[in-house]
């Protein structure tokens, strides 16, 4: 038996919690369907019992954008379980803490730190990488800083919430 693969799957504006058991069962919003996967993207979709089916195609890559449904295309964004509670947790994986600190979003081991005191940040600029249940999550500064402490180092343990870098806001000279 394989685990059960978790996700949050977004059409449009709609959220769906997706659960996939690899015995061809697919859980959406609590309700069972059984998959027939075809090549390309493509399978057959139906409830149990049900002799009515559906062709869903999804586009390929590791992060679709697409699917559709008996040929009618569908926006859609798709985050794992981890992805979709970092993103509940302050808008994904990129913040945490204030702006004067950025805190781990997750309990996890620090991989990476990519900062030193002194250093000027953008925001967006990439600072910590938190290993979190075989995953890596780049942690990013919010907004324009200048890193006063670094207070984690590549192999540390961390608790969500930890301070992970002290922060003092900054304008950059270009601005």
Do not use: C, W
Request: aromatic residues 2%.
């Amino acid at each position: 038996m394989t685990a059960v693969q978790r996700f949050r799957v977004r059409v449009g504006e709609r959220d769906h919690q997706v659960e996939i058991d690899g015995d061809a069962r697919v859980r959406v919003d609590g309700e069972i369907y059984e998959v027939v996967p075809g090549p390309e993207g493509r399978a057959l979709v139906r409830r149990p019992g049900d002799t009515t089916q559906r062709l869903v195609t999804i586009a390929p890559g590791n992060a679709p954008t697409q699917a559709s449904v008996d040929g009618l295309v569908h926006i859609i964004s798709v985050l794992t379980a981890q992805q979709a509670a970092l993103a509940d947790l302050g808008g994904t994986a990129r913040r945490g803490g204030d702006a004067r600190t950025i805190a781990s979003p997750m309990p996890g081991r620090i991989v990476r730190v990519m900062v030193a005191e002194g250093d000027e940040l953008a925001a967006d600029a990439p600072v910590v990488i938190v290993e979190a249940m075989k995953m890596e999550n780049e942690v990013r500064a919010v907004h324009p800083a200048k890193v006063v402490r670094v207070a984690v180092s590549a192999g540390d343990t961390v608790d969500a919430g930890q301070v992970l870098v002290e922060l003092e806001p900054h304008v950059p000279a270009s601005a």
